[in-house]
T-cell receptor, first 116, second 115 residues
Framework: DGGITQSPKYLFRKEGQNVTLSCEQN?????MYWYRQDPGQGLRLIYY???????QKGDIAEGYSVSREKKESFPLTVTSAQKNPTAFYLC???????????????FGDGTRLSIL | AQSVTQPDIHITVSEGASLELRCNYS??????LFWYVQSPGQGLQLLLK??????LVQGIKGFEAEFKRSQSSFNLRKPSVHWSDAAEYFC?????????????FGRGTQLTVWP
């Protein structure tokens, strides 16, 4: 079945350490997104990418970085500059482009990141 | 920029009771509208979506939502709630014709179901 796979499910970060969250999709979607979820705050957009080798900052990009070298993959790095990284991180994908703007986003099952 | 308001942070209903979750959006034109559900520790699952046409849309799990342009609302309803409906519900909107494809989410409504 097609879907989005996020790994690991749980991740722990030490002070001063960078960690990378994996997101892979086999839905042949062009667009991919990273969200951060904190209790009571809904989903906040970190980064998004419409095509390979291109991505844009979302609302809370500081302390995060991404790459989009392959259509299927959109890894998120939480850098040491992100001082409050403890959160639930969700990856999503959708068919991209204006003609497909009515298409919903599909979500992975998330990665929970905690500080040691 | 778009904004989405879900005024109820937490709702508690008895099993078998009816349910309505409220969603209001702020935007100059009618956007695309979505409702998602999230079980604890899981990702989001699409319940239903509104693009155009009939303002009452049906979704999965017995949910429906009604778009009211005059009120900029897209409320989610279910006639009879089941214990398995306990979850968090998110309303989301997207600009029509957006090439960026981003969604704007409300803060969510947590639903508790009493037996």
């Amino acid at each position: 079945d097609g879907g989005i796979t996020q790994s690991p499910k749980y991740l722990f970060r030490k002070e001063g350490q960078n960690v990378t969250l994996s997101c892979e999709q086999n839905l042949n979607h062009d667009a991919m997104y990273w969200y951060r979820q904190d209790p009571g705050q809904g989903l906040r957009l970190i980064y998004y990418s419409q095509i390979v080798n291109d991505f844009q900052k979302g609302d809370i990009a500081e302390g995060y970085s991404v790459s989009r070298e392959k259509k299927e993959s959109f890894p998120l790095t939480v850098t040491s500059a992100q001082k409050n990284p403890t959160a639930f991180y969700l990856c999503a994908s959708s068919t991209g482009g204006e003609a497909y703007s009515n298409q919903p986003q599909h979500f992975g099952d998330g990665t929970r990141l905690s500080i040691l | 920029a778009q904004s989405v308001t879900q005024p109820d942070i937490h709702i508690t209903v008895s099993e078998g009771a009816s349910l309505e979750l409220r969603c209001n959006y702020s935007y100059g034109a009618t956007p695309y509208l979505f409702w998602y559900v999230q079980s604890p520790g899981q990702g989001l699952q699409l319940l239903l979506k509104y693009f155009s046409g009939d303002t009452l849309v049906q979704g999965i799990k017995g949910f429906e939502a009604e778009f009211k342009r005059s009120q900029s609302s897209f409320n989610l309803r279910k006639p009879s709630v089941h214990w398995s409906d306990a979850a968090e519900y998110f309303c989301a909107v997207r600009d029509r014709g957006s090439t960026l494809g981003r969604l704007y989410f409300g803060r969510g409504t947590q639903l508790t179901v009493w037996p």
